[in-house]
């Protein structure tokens, strides 16, 4: 198991100090470095910045939402970024929610996982420097009643391998088609306890695909990759009081009450009358006693809280989840705790005979 680092959104107070840990993550030997967008900040911006500042990390966007860009212009971004960092960068995709897609973006939330599938499809075609023409349900290149022509991607990847593409997925049915479509999986609230489930359905995809056919194992060479929010520290009430409120943001705020995937997560992972609670108080206005009713048994499970002793011995349960690259998200005061976070993970992965 590698260890990642996430990095979150930039413009949210800590971007100087972003930098400095993507420097530090570099020079102690994580993977990869990854980096969101919203609406606000977007990744491939930040992660030049980053490519520039850095020398052997990879650049991970987590992720490049799909209603914000045609294919072609992902693809487009992708092969520069991949060439300007000398072949580093790693395609995180997703879809979003209808709230940013339709309020934001203006493209209509709808079919997500049929739309998903043939955006993948033209990303791959064009970072293969095929012509593309493209006849799908909701994308069709060239458009057929004008003066479009079929091209092909003008910039050449540093890599002769593909770009390896990441999607990020919640639901059953967007799990199985990531088995089926990427070469890995971007994870929110990962609780090992309850990852069977839910790489059981990246499996089903993986073998409807045809993956390990030959006797091999379908997630050979997949990348399960959670992000998982980190405190060291002797205080426990401290630890759950530092992650709770983003839990609460997600839980309670990352949607309406109708459609908000990152709840109907938290109710099938048997918080369903604490999921309620959390957003009815969000979306009324009370973000801190949202907070304060996330269950410290569902942080604990989704982070790694408490004394380095603790964290080391709860990374054995990653590695049995099946997590390749564990991405952390360190949580502190300052800049300082916040590095320090970075080292210390360092550290007890080594103890751990991790690589």
């Given at each position: 198991m590698?260890?990642g680092?996430?990095?979150?959104?930039w413009?949210?107070g800590?971007?100087?100090?972003?930098v400095?840990?993507?420097?530090?993550?570099?020079r102690?030997?994580y993977?990869?470095?990854?980096?969101a967008?919203?609406?606000?900040?977007d990744a491939?911006?930040?992660?030049?910045?980053i490519?520039?500042?850095?020398e052997?990390?990879?650049?991970?966007?987590?992720?490049?939402?799909?209603?914000?860009?045609?294919?072609?212009?992902?693809a487009?971004t992708a092969a520069t970024l991949d060439?300007?960092s000398?072949?580093?960068?790693?395609?995180?995709?997703?879809?979003?929610?209808p709230?940013?897609?339709?309020g934001?973006?203006?493209?209509?939330f709808?079919?997500?996982l049929?739309?998903t599938?043939?955006y993948?499809?033209?990303?791959?075609m064009?970072?293969r420097?095929e012509v593309?023409?493209y006849?799908?349900?909701?994308?069709?290149?060239p458009?057929p009643?004008g003066?479009g022509?079929?091209?092909?991607?003008?910039v050449?990847p540093?890599?002769?391998d593909q770009?390896?593409?990441y999607l990020a997925a919640?639901?059953?049915?967007?799990l199985?088609?990531?088995?089926e479509?990427?070469d890995?999986?971007?994870?929110?609230f990962f609780?090992p306890?309850?990852?069977?489930e839910?790489v059981?359905s990246?499996?089903?995809?993986?073998?409807?695909?045809g993956?390990?056919s030959?006797g091999?194992?379908p997630?050979a060479g997949?990348?399960i990759v959670?992000?998982?929010?980190?405190v060291?520290?002797d205080d426990?009430?401290?630890a759950?009081?530092a992650?709770?409120?983003?839990?609460?943001?997600?839980?309670?705020?990352?949607?309406?009450?109708?459609?908000?995937?990152?709840?109907?997560?938290?109710?099938?992972?048997?918080?369903?009358t604490e999921?309620?609670?959390?957003?009815d108080?969000?979306?009324?206005g009370?973000?801190?006693?949202?907070a304060?009713?996330v269950p410290r048994e569902?942080?604990?499970?989704?982070?790694?809280?408490?004394p380095?002793?603790?964290i080391r011995?709860?990374?054995?349960?990653?590695?049995?989840a099946?997590v390749t690259?564990?991405?952390?998200?360190?949580y502190?005061?300052?800049?300082e705790h916040?590095?320090?976070?970075v080292?210390?993970?360092?550290?007890?992965a080594q103890?751990?005979?991790?690589g």
């Amino acid at each position: 198991m590698r260890l990642g680092l996430n990095l979150g959104y930039w413009g949210a107070g800590n971007d100087k100090f972003n930098v400095t840990l993507a420097e530090e993550a570099d020079r102690l030997g994580y993977s990869v470095v990854w980096v969101a967008e919203a609406y606000g900040s977007d990744a491939p911006t930040v992660l030049s910045f980053i490519g520039a500042r850095t020398e052997q990390i990879h650049l991970g966007a987590a992720v490049m939402q799909i209603p914000a860009r045609t294919p072609a212009m992902t693809a487009m971004t992708a092969a520069t970024l991949d060439s300007l960092s000398g072949g580093r960068f790693r395609l995180g995709l997703g879809v979003s929610g209808p709230q940013v897609s339709e309020g934001w973006h203006g493209v209509r939330f709808d079919a997500p996982l049929a739309r998903t599938r043939e955006y993948v499809d033209i990303v791959r075609m064009a970072l293969r420097r095929e012509v593309v023409a493209y006849d799908g349900r909701h994308f069709t290149l060239p458009l057929p009643d004008g003066p479009g022509k079929a091209l092909n991607l003008g910039v050449r990847p540093m890599r002769e391998d593909q770009i390896p593409v990441y999607l990020a997925a919640v639901g059953p049915k967007n799990l199985e088609l990531t088995g089926e479509i990427a070469d890995g999986w971007l994870a929110i609230f990962f609780a090992p306890e309850f990852a069977g489930e839910l790489v059981g359905s990246i499996e089903t995809g993986a073998r409807r695909a045809g993956k390990g056919s030959q006797g091999g194992s379908p997630l050979a060479g997949f990348d399960i990759v959670p992000t998982v929010p980190v405190v060291v520290t002797d205080d426990l009430d401290y630890a759950y009081a530092a992650v709770s409120g983003y839990a609460a943001l997600y839980i309670g705020g990352m949607g309406s009450r109708e459609k908000n995937f990152y709840n109907q997560l938290a109710c099938r992972m048997g918080f369903e009358t604490e999921a309620k609670l959390i957003q009815d108080l969000y979306l009324d206005g009370r973000a801190r006693d949202a907070a304060a009713a996330v269950p410290r048994e569902f942080l604990d499970s989704t982070s790694l809280l408490g004394p380095r002793e603790r964290i080391r011995d709860r990374l054995a349960a990653y590695v049995e989840a099946g997590v390749t690259t564990l991405s952390v998200a360190p949580y502190g005061p300052s800049m300082e705790h916040r590095r320090a976070i970075v080292r210390t993970m360092a550290e007890v992965a080594q103890e751990a005979g991790l690589g």
